[in-house]
């Protein structure tokens, strides 16, 4: 099933002109899109709390942030930027009280529109406009004059005037350029936590863990394991991102080729096949999403665990004396 994708024609950057735009939240996307529209010369207003290092930076960049209330109260279109976790409660308190029929609001995850944390009040309609790129590669895309794929989808009490508004948001910042896909907001929030979970994040940080102290274990050298195995990750995602799987191959020494075809299906086997499947079912019967809640709300404490434990984990001081001795970091 192919996607409807739109480009700079199917877009009109004038829907924006007389429109103020909250960017509430002013992390590396925040930044990115507040940067970006006001070189558009659209009007941005910057919601972030006081006596943040964020806020300091916002100033830095020449913003004078205010309330989330307050930039929501000021704004046509209110972008909802700030940690998914943080949706429900900061919609409930500061943002959906002062949204006014005519509003948008506007999230770059499916996340909590998906999962009910944010539910517009009626004659506000919701609509999701996603980089797929992290904050920094939208910034400086744009700057190059290029761009990064974006997804559009709408949300509760979207028609063809808050798509239109959607899609001229997501050409401001670049997207039209390259590519805006049109999906739903189920689809990009479950095929993104699923990429998260199984590959991007998930899957790669544990398998190259697992070869690591695989190599170790059988007593090479801990700068060889690394080399192999995660240092050099890095030249066979740039060959995939260039021009994919096929291109990578062509790419890569014969031997390399060869023990792709033959040892990787050993790797990914039928049983990592149905873990997939269940990981795939956990998002989608929103189990995740309790769990994630569950975890936001006792105070994080799986994640400060584990954060902890990795950053004095073998593998992560080997790289760490390794990139200095490289001089990259």
Same mark, same amino acid.
């Given at each position: 099933?192919?996607?409807?994708? $739109?480009?700079?024609?199917?877009?009109?950057?004038?829907?924006?002109r007389d429109k103020?735009? @909250?960017?509430? *939240?002013? *992390? =590396?996307? *925040?930044?990115?899109?507040?940067?970006?529209? +006001?070189?558009? &010369?659209?009007?941005?207003?910057? &919601?972030?709390?006081?006596?943040?290092?964020?806020?300091?930076?916002?100033?830095?960049?020449?913003?004078?942030?205010?309330?989330?209330?307050? =930039?929501?109260?000021?704004?046509?279109?209110?972008?909802?930027?700030?940690?998914?976790?943080?949706?429900?409660?900061?919609?409930?308190?500061?943002? !959906?009280?002062?949204?006014?029929?005519?509003?948008?609001?506007?999230?770059?995850?499916? $996340?909590?529109?998906?999962?009910?944390?944010?539910?517009?009040?009626d004659g506000v309609?919701?609509? %999701?406009?996603?980089?797929? &790129?992290?904050?920094?590669?939208?910034?400086?895309?744009?700057?190059?004059?290029?761009?990064?794929?974006?997804?559009? @989808?709408?949300?509760?009490?979207?028609?063809? /005037?808050?798509?239109?508004?959607? %899609?001229?948001?997501?050409?401001?910042?670049?997207?039209?350029?390259?590519?805006?896909?049109?999906?739903?907001? =189920?689809?990009?929030?479950?095929?993104?936590?699923?990429?998260?979970?199984?590959?991007?994040?998930?899957?790669?940080?544990?398998?190259?863990?697992?070869?690591?102290?695989? %190599?170790? =274990?059988?007593? $090479?050298?801990?700068?060889?394991? $690394?080399?192999?195995?995660? /240092?050099?990750?890095?030249?066979?995602?740039?060959?995939?991102?260039?021009?994919?799987?096929?291109?990578?191959?062509? /790419?890569?020494?014969?031997? @390399?080729?060869?023990?792709?075809?033959?040892?990787?299906?050993?790797?990914?086997?039928?049983?990592?096949?149905?873990?997939?499947?269940?990981?795939?079912?956990?998002?989608?019967?929103?189990?995740?999403? !309790?769990?994630?809640?569950?975890?936001?709300? @006792?105070?994080?404490?799986?994640?400060?665990?584990?954060?902890?434990?990795?950053?004095?984990?073998?593998?992560?001081?080997?790289? +760490?004396?390794?990139?200095?001795?490289?001089?990259?970091?």
């Amino acid at each position: 099933m192919s996607s409807i994708v $739109y480009f700079d024609a199917d877009a009109d950057l004038e829907l924006l002109r007389d429109k103020t735009i @909250a960017i509430l *939240g002013y *992390g =590396a996307q *925040g930044r990115a899109h507040a940067l970006n529209l +006001r070189d558009g &010369g659209f009007r941005v207003v910057v &919601g972030q709390r006081p006596g943040s290092r964020r806020h300091d930076a916002a100033v830095t960049d020449g913003f004078a942030p205010i309330s989330l209330a307050e =930039a929501t109260r000021q704004s046509d279109i209110v972008n909802l930027l700030l940690p998914d976790e943080l949706h429900g409660s900061l919609f409930q308190s500061e943002i !959906g009280p002062n949204l006014s029929t005519g509003k948008i609001i506007m999230t770059c995850h499916g $996340y909590s529109l998906h999962y009910g944390h944010v539910v517009p009040p009626d004659g506000v309609a919701a609509i %999701l406009v996603a980089p797929k &790129g992290a904050g920094h590669r939208v910034r400086s895309a744009f700057v190059e004059g290029t761009g990064v794929p974006f997804l559009i @989808a709408l949300g509760k009490n979207s028609d063809s /005037h808050s798509k239109a508004i959607g %899609l001229a948001y997501a050409k401001a910042l670049g997207g039209t350029r390259v590519g805006v896909y049109e999906t739903t907001v =189920a689809a990009e929030t479950e095929t993104d936590l699923f990429g998260e979970q199984a590959v991007l994040c998930g899957g790669v940080s544990h398998l190259v863990k697992a070869a690591f102290e695989t %190599l170790v =274990a059988a007593g $090479y050298q801990e700068e060889l394991a $690394y080399f192999e195995c995660v /240092h050099e990750l890095k030249l066979v995602v740039d060959l995939i991102y260039q021009g994919g799987l096929a291109y990578m191959h062509d /790419h890569i020494s014969n031997t @390399a080729e060869f023990g792709d075809y033959t040892r990787g299906p050993r790797i990914v086997d039928e049983n990592v096949r149905t873990r997939l499947r269940e990981i795939l079912d956990e998002i989608r019967s929103n189990k995740f999403a !309790g769990e994630m809640q569950a975890e936001f709300v @006792a105070g994080q404490p799986i994640l400060n665990a584990h954060r902890a434990a990795e950053r004095e984990s073998h593998i992560e001081q080997v790289g +760490r004396r390794l990139r200095r001795q490289m001089n990259l970091s």
